[in-house]
């Protein structure tokens, strides 16, 4: 599938741990995916990471909402 | 991969977020903040991490916020995508937001230099294309 595929499937405040199927060697985009691990948890996922076999090819997304409602973003570095 | 590519934003949402893939040991989607007031992009400590970088406490910069100047670690990551853009060896200060936040950190000048950008909030379209100088899809 596609990453966003992904999307579509995981909508709610998903961490998605996928092996990366089909990179594009020039411009690096991923074109193909396909999920090994769906949690609620960064962490979680990150453990998974840690337990993969050394070379697996894989991507991390997080598929939730960000800013709720009522919420603003003031920060800047110089 | 076209010259240009354009992101859909949300005007009343008081931010724009923008994916980038940040490539290292894995691959990490993060959800940045487009910030043209930044010198560097920013990264928390544990996306940078799981890239596999090593945070050499030693090369840190100054930087300086609305309220504070701090040092933070400075670090390379090695290819970094946005709308299909990559451009390799990006400087990043490795900082925390506040989790409430929800965002990863900020999509600095140390990317966007490379880029003309164009951002129109009455369609909420922000547009990225590469700058007439540098030509290659991966900018060095």
Redesign the interface.
């Given at each position: 599938m596609t990453?966003n595929d992904v999307y579509e499937k995981y909508p709610d405040n998903k961490w998605v741990l996928l092996r990366?199927i089909k990179e594009n060697q020039?411009?690096?985009?991923?074109e193909e995916v396909e999920p090994l691990f769906v949690s609620d948890s960064?962490d979680e996922m990150?453990e998974k990471?840690n337990n993969l076999p050394e070379g697996d090819?894989?991507?991390?997304?997080?598929t939730?909402?960000?800013?709720k409602e009522g919420e603003?973003?003031?920060?800047?570095?110089? | 991969m076209s010259e240009k590519e354009s992101l859909r934003f949300d005007p009343s949402a008081g931010i724009i977020l923008i994916d980038a893939d940040l490539h290292g040991r894995v691959i990490e989607r993060s959800r940045l903040v487009f910030d043209t007031g930044a010198t560097y992009c920013m990264l928390p400590w544990k996306l940078v991490t799981a890239l596999g970088i090593e945070i050499n406490q030693n090369n840190t910069i100054q930087t300086t916020t609305a309220s504070t100047i701090e040092t933070s670690p400075i670090i390379t990551i090695p290819i970094m995508t946005v709308l299909g853009f990559s451009v390799k060896n990006v400087s990043c200060i490795v900082r925390d937001l506040p989790s409430v936040s929800g965002v990863d950190g900020l999509l600095g000048l140390s990317f966007l230099k490379h880029f003309k950008m164009k951002v129109d909030f009455a369609k909420g379209e922000l547009e990225l294309s590469r700058s007439r100088r540098v030509f290659p899809k991966i900018i060095l």
């Open positions: 990453v990366v020039e411009t690096h985009e991923i960064r990150y990471i090819h894989v991507m991390t997304l997080f939730g909402p960000i800013l603003a973003f003031a920060f800047s570095f110089v | -």
